[in-house]
Nanobody
Framework: EVQLVESGGGLVQAGGSLRLSCAASGFPFDDYAIAWFRQAPGKEREGVICISSSDGTTYYADSVKGRFTISSDNAKNTVYLQMNSLKPEDTAVYYC?????????????????????WGQGTQVTVSS
């Protein structure tokens, strides 16, 4: 069974940093695409950033370019989201999602159905 477990969320002041982790299990960590999505209250879930085993990083949200980076530790089957220069508008529940047996990140539009497993989410709150 594919499982994703997020951690690292919390409350931070604007301008601060957080690192989220997504621990993956139940599939070979060789060919994959893992992305971070976020959902703010009253808004649709949006793709933020993705990493794949073959084509590196794909940004889905222009608003995080230059502030967020994604990385993976294949030895730990874990993907990280480093968030710097956080803004109140980054407040959301952050989810990681995976496409197993993939070599590249899915492309918009309609990202949500292209991912076949999701974590439970972790809350990130940025105070002004």
């Amino acid at each position: 069974e594919v499982q994703l477990v997020e951690s690292g969320g919390g409350l931070v002041q604007a301008g601060g940093s957080l690192r989220l982790s997504c621990a993956a299990s139940g599939f070979p960590f060789d060919d994959y695409a893992i992305a971070w999505f976020r959902q703010a209250p009253g808004k649709e879930r949006e793709g933020v950033i993705c990493i794949s085993s073959s084509d590196g990083t794909t940004y889905y949200a222009d608003s995080v370019k230059g502030r967020f980076t994604i990385s993976s530790d294949n030895a730990k089957n874990t993907v990280y989201l480093q968030m710097n220069s956080l803004k109140p508008e980054d407040t959301a529940v952050y989810y990681c999602a995976v496409v197993t047996l993939a070599t590249r990140c899915p492309r918009p539009p309609n990202l949500y159905p292209q991912f076949n497993a999701w974590g439970q989410g972790t809350q990130v709150t940025v105070s002004s």
